[in-house]
């Protein structure tokens, strides 16, 4: 869900059952400045929502491993435990740890990748794919376009691409 929707990893942990929309393939976010704002999955989140769910219709969408804590000083607020299960809300640091601990093999450094780089991934990717800045600034919700450039980093071959299809001599017919 996070690659397929680029947004920032806490907008989707914060999410509930009810800012779901399943049929549109979207979910309602806070963003980073407050606003509410929709985010768009596709086809492998779509299929794997169900199983994550399991029937629950309310609640933390991502939920801990344990159940939460029912009174002391970790006691976390009514709105971030699943009324159904009693597990409370899945935090940032597990999901990034577990996250971690699940790529780092794949990852050349072996220290496995963060949340965040799922975010840079999906927006790289989109931009070789040939999406534009301002396609690429609705689907991350960015305010700025020159926001993007953190992210997007397409090197030398994407230039010589855009040079070569916007050369006017490469584009007469030969006859």
Known sequence: MLYETAARA???????????????????????????????????TARLLPRLLRGRTSGPVFLADRRAPTSGSRTPAA??????????RLSYPRAEYQFKTATADLDPHGTGWTLH??????????????????????????LHLGSLGRYVQLGEQTSAQVTAAADPAARRRTR
């Open 10 to 44: 806490e907008e989707l942990l914060s999410l509930n059952i009810e800012d779901l929309d399943l049929e549109f393939r979207r979910g309602r976010v806070t963003s980073k400045g407050g606003a509410t704002e929709y985010v768009h999955w596709a086809t492998g």
């Open 117 to 142: 780089q799922l975010r840079h991934s999906a927006l790289q990717h989109l931009a070789a794919d040939g999406c534009t800045a301002p396609e690429l600034q609705a689907k991350s919700r960015h």
């Open 79 to 88: 709105a971030d435990i699943c009324p159904e299960t009693g597990r409370g």
